[in-house]
């Protein structure tokens, strides 16, 4: 079983919509999230960090925690073009970080 | 803004070529990890570093090695390049303990 699992995409929504981004973790004891944007060719930046549950706000990100469901979300709203990218879900369990295989977004104008 | 660097940035090499790969951060972050990326692909991580004279094999096996005898400086070698090691090659350091990992800019490397 891998630790972090995401839907490879790709997920389309046009400009302007909220696009919703899902990942699971299988251990259990993991403390800390993060969502990583990566564009083609480069390397990954952060985006958010959350670390407890509930909703965690920043401009148009939303990352949304439920640890009793082993479930981490990110919600772009007014999504644009230049968001197009692929988005990927990590997970710290002391101090090793493990990926997902990401989720691409492609944003049609 | 996260500062760590890789260099060089791209590199082409012949079969049979002694390779490494620089990474370094100005950060003062103990954790550093490297990770391999095949285009589209997921990441892998292959070594980690919690601090210096400290390294781990990652969940990916590598022929390639590792150092850290400095804290800002984390090298990843090769000793014998292959076309199989064709791959982008990503550095990360990381702070406190559970906290975000910050990347390079990564290492596009092509064994011809």
């Known amino acids: 079983q891998k630790e972090v699992e995401q839907n490879s995409g790709p997920l389309s929504v046009p400009e302007g919509a909220i696009a919703s981004l899902n990942c699971t973790y299988s251990?259990?004891?993991?403390?800390?999230f993060f969502w990583y944007r990566q564009y083609s060719g480069k390397s990954p930046e952060l985006i958010m960090s959350i670390y407890s549950n509930g909703d965690k706000e920043d401009g148009r990100f939303t990352a949304q925690l439920n640890k009793a469901s082993q479930y981490v979300s990110l919600l772009i709203r007014d999504s644009q073009p230049s968001d197009s990218a692929t988005y990927l879900c990590?997970?710290?369990?002391?101090?090793?970080?493990?990926f997902g295989s990401g989720t691409k977004l492609n944003v049609k104008p | 803004e996260a500062d760590i660097y890789q260099t060089p940035r791209y590199l082409v090499i012949g079969t049979g070529k002694k390779i490494t790969l620089e990474c370094s951060q100005t950060?003062?972050?103990?954790?550093m990890y490297w990770y391999q990326q095949d285009p589209g692909m997921e990441l892998h991580l292959i070594h980690y570093s919690y601090g210096v004279n400290s390294t781990e094999k990652g969940d990916l096996s590598s022929e390639s090695t590792v150092s850290r005898i400095r804290t800002e400086h984390f090298p990843l070698t090769l000793e014998s390049a292959r076309p199989s090691h064709t791959s982008q090659y990503l550095c990360?350091?990381?702070?406190?303990?559970?906290?975000?990992?910050?990347f390079g800019q990564g290492t596009r490397l092509t064994v011809v």
């Open positions: 990360a350091s990381g702070g406190q303990v559970n906290t975000e990992a910050f």
């Open positions: 950060m003062g972050h103990d954790k």
């Open positions: 990590a997970v710290n369990n002391f101090n090793k970080f493990y």
């Open positions: 251990d259990r004891v993991s403390q800390s």
